[in-house]
C-alpha cells in the first residue's frame, strides 16, 4: 500500500473512532414534585410600657408601647392583654405592685384611652395578616387616685394573639 493510501486510511480511521470516544452516555430522567403547606402563623413582640417617674397623682399620667404582630397573609387574628401578675389586678382594675403596696393603671386600645384592652377571650383588637409585621399602639393610664407608697411599682402584662 502506497504511503499516501496509508495515510489516508488512518485519518479515516482516526476520524471514526474519536467521534464513539466523545460520544455522550446514554441517559435517563425522572421528575419529581417540591411541595410545602403554608399555614396559618402568627408570631406576637411587644415593648415596655413606662409610665416614668411620677409624684402625687392629682393629674392622669398617659405612656404607651408599641405591639407587633407578623402573621401569614389573610389570617384573622385578635390581640388580648392579660390581667397582669399582680395579685387582685383585674382587666377591669390592673394594678402595680411594689412590696404589699399597688398602683393603679389601665390599658386601652384608642388614643382617648375609652376602649379598655381586654384579655384573649374578650379582646375586640383584630386584624388580618399581610406577611409584614403591623404595630399596634398600648396606650397606657395612671389614673388619678390617692398616692401610693414611695417605691419603684411593676407589672407584668402577657400580651396573646388568637388566630
Same mark, same amino acid.
Given at each position: 500500500?502506497?504511503?499516501?493510501? =496509508? $495515510?489516508?486510511?488512518?485519518?479515516?480511521?482516526?476520524?471514526?473512532?474519536?467521534?464513539?470516544?466523545?460520544?455522550?452516555?446514554?441517559?435517563?430522567?425522572?421528575?419529581?414534585?417540591?411541595?410545602?403547606? *403554608? /399555614?396559618?402563623?402568627?408570631?406576637?413582640?411587644?415593648?415596655?410600657?413606662?409610665? +416614668?417617674? *411620677?409624684?402625687?397623682?392629682?393629674?392622669?399620667?398617659?405612656?404607651?408601647?408599641?405591639?407587633?404582630?407578623?402573621?401569614?397573609?389573610?389570617?384573622? !387574628?385578635?390581640?388580648?392583654?392579660?390581667?397582669?401578675? *399582680?395579685?387582685?389586678?383585674?382587666?377591669?382594675?390592673?394594678?402595680?405592685?411594689? +412590696?404589699?403596696?399597688?398602683? =393603679? !393603671?389601665?390599658? !386601652?386600645?384608642?388614643?382617648?384611652?375609652? /376602649?379598655?384592652?381586654?384579655?384573649? *377571650?374578650?379582646?375586640?383588637?383584630?386584624?388580618?395578616?399581610?406577611?409584614?409585621?403591623?404595630?399596634?399602639?398600648?396606650? +397606657? $393610664?395612671?389614673?388619678? /387616685?390617692?398616692?401610693?407608697?414611695?417605691?419603684?411599682?411593676?407589672?407584668?402584662?402577657?400580651?396573646?394573639?388568637? !388566630?
Amino acid at each position: 500500500m502506497d504511503f499516501s493510501l =496509508r $495515510r489516508h486510511v488512518r485519518v479515516l480511521s482516526i476520524a471514526l473512532i474519536l467521534p464513539a470516544a466523545f460520544a455522550p452516555a446514554a441517559t435517563k430522567t425522572a421528575k419529581f414534585n417540591v411541595t410545602a403547606t *403554608v /399555614q396559618n402563623d402568627c408570631t406576637v413582640a411587644a415593648t415596655d410600657l413606662a409610665f +416614668g417617674t *411620677v409624684g402625687l397623682l392629682a393629674n392622669n399620667v398617659d405612656s404607651s408601647s408599641t405591639i407587633t404582630i407578623t402573621c401569614t397573609p389573610t389570617t384573622a !387574628y385578635k390581640v388580648g392583654l392579660d390581667a397582669g401578675n *399582680v395579685t387582685g389586678s383585674t382587666v377591669d382594675n390592673r394594678l402595680m405592685a411594689s +412590696g404589699a403596696s399597688t398602683l =393603679r !393603671y389601665q390599658l !386601652y386600645s384608642d388614643t382617648a384611652r375609652t /376602649q379598655v384592652w381586654r384579655d384573649a *377571650v374578650d379582646s375586640t383588637v383584630s386584624g388580618t395578616g399581610s406577611g409584614l409585621a403591623q404595630t399596634m399602639t398600648v396606650y +397606657g $393610664r395612671i389614673p388619678v /387616685q390617692t398616692t401610693p407608697a414611695v417605691g419603684s411599682y411593676l407589672a407584668q402584662v402577657t400580651a396573646t394573639i388568637t !388566630y
